[in-house]
């Protein structure tokens, strides 16, 4: 278990440029913490992000990459490099939502992946499971299938989103047990895939909020939280960004 734990906010397609101000200059105002924090923010607004958290420790983030390389004749793609080049340090990498409309795929993702680490960029993949699926008991075999790209990829430093699907914006979050249960799970995954001296990070995620952050931060096995609507909310990611601070401070 790391110990520093990251607290990674998804604005999803939200935003606008003045409630994006305001949320970039309240995290920017954040007293300096032992978590590492970002903001996966839609492409539109990452220079505005880059802008307003420049020489500050907080990440900008990507909520998505572009399957082909570099530049070309792709109309509407942003490419890892374009990322790169705009501030970006990490990319979300098959959140559910974009598997879900946009039937991302592990080819697919593999190939983000490899354009993401080409560009110098953190990709953290996003696994989980449905509701139909957990009550199957298929939940281990489906993020088994989503995690198994990893073993083409030959990375050494994986960092892993767990996001249950049945928890994301429901306000249902899984259970202590149940989070505890799927890390350690993706944590044995990834070693055999990746082989025993990979560097892991997985994350939560799934209606993580102000007032349940502490308990799942506490959990073995969890590095750290992704965060979607509560990190629309300044005061809110606030509070998860110290719960983090004081999970980390207490791993050390
Ligand atoms: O999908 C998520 C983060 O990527 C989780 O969303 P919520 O925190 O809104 O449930």
């Known amino acids: 278990m790391w110990q520093q734990k990251w607290v990674m906010g998804n604005w999803k397609m939200n935003g606008r440029q003045a ?19 970002g903001v996966a923010v839609p492409a539109v607004y990452i220079t ?21 390389g570099d530049n070309g004749a792709y109309t509407g793609e942003v490419s890892a490099a374009m990322l790169a080049d705009a501030g970006v340090q990490f990319v979300l990498l098959g959140h559910s939502e974009r598997r879900q409309y946009f039937g991302e795929d592990n080819v697919l993702l593999q190939t983000k992946w490899q354009h993401a680490v080409a560009a110098g960029l953190v990709p ?16 281990e075999a489906v993020v088994a299938e989503q995690l198994s ?17 049945w928890a994301i914006g429901t306000g249902q979050v899984a259970t202590v047990a149940q989070i505890g249960d799927m890390h350690g799970f993706i944590y044995r995954q990834i070693l055999s895939l990746c082989g025993e001296s990979a560097k892991i990070r997985v994350l ?43 999970a980390s401070r207490l791993a050390v």
């Open 19 to 37: 409630a994006n101000a305001a949320l970039l200059s309240a995290l920017r105002a954040l007293p300096a913490s032992d978590a590492l924090v």
């Open 204 to 246: 939560y995620g799934g209606s993580v909020n102000a007032e349940n952050a502490a308990a799942i931060l506490a959990v073995p096995g969890v590095d750290g939280a992704l965060v979607g609507g509560a990190s629309l909310q300044a005061a809110a990611f606030a509070t998860i960004i110290d719960a983090a601070q004081q």
């Open 124 to 139: 953290i993949l996003c696994v989980g499971e449905t509701l139909t699926q957990r009550e199957a008991g298929e939940a």
């Open 48 to 68: 505005q992000a880059a802008a307003a958290l420049a020489d500050s420790a907080v990440w900008v983030g990507a909520q998505d990459v572009s399957r082909f």
């Open 149 to 165: 790209l990893l073993a083409a990829l030959k990375a050494d430093t994986v960092a892993v989103a767990y996001e249950p699907v």
